[in-house]
């Protein structure tokens, strides 16, 4: 079974919303941070957004204000909502589960969601 799993993404024109989820299971969740990577073709895998949970949320600057990250315990899913969508933001979106305390210790990757947003 795998650890974590993203789901969600899709084509999109400039402009446009879209929301992608990360499922995780077989660890423990109310307790583990979570983050959303992005890697646009041909470039690194750049930070976009975590929650941590007792902490405030982080988001890069290149987000600030168009995207959220959101949690549901209950459901084990993360979820990273998107608005105002550009061109840039185009790229594979990565769900890291991770926790660095503590037992379990764990950091667990999914396999990523395509995001394309047209022009």
């Known amino acids: 079974q795998v650890p974590v799993v993203e789901s969600g993404g899709g084509l999109v024109q400039a402009g446009g919303s879209l929301r992608v989820s990360c499922l995780v299971s077989?660890?423990?969740?109310?307790?583990?941070?979570i983050a959303w990577y992005r890697q646009a073709p041909g470039q690194q895998r750049e930070f976009i957004a975590s929650d941590t949970p007792g902490s405030t949320t982080k988001y890069a600057d290149s987000v600030k204000g168009r995207f959220t990250i959101s949690r549901d315990n209950g459901k084990r899913s993360a979820y990273l909502q998107m608005i105002s969508l550009k061109p840039e933001d185009t790229g594979d979106y990565y769900c890291n589960a991770r926790k660095s305390f503590g037992f379990p210790q764990f950091n667990y990757w999914g396999p990523g969601t395509q995001v394309t947003v047209s022009s």
């Open positions: 077989g660890v423990p969740f109310s307790d583990t941070t």
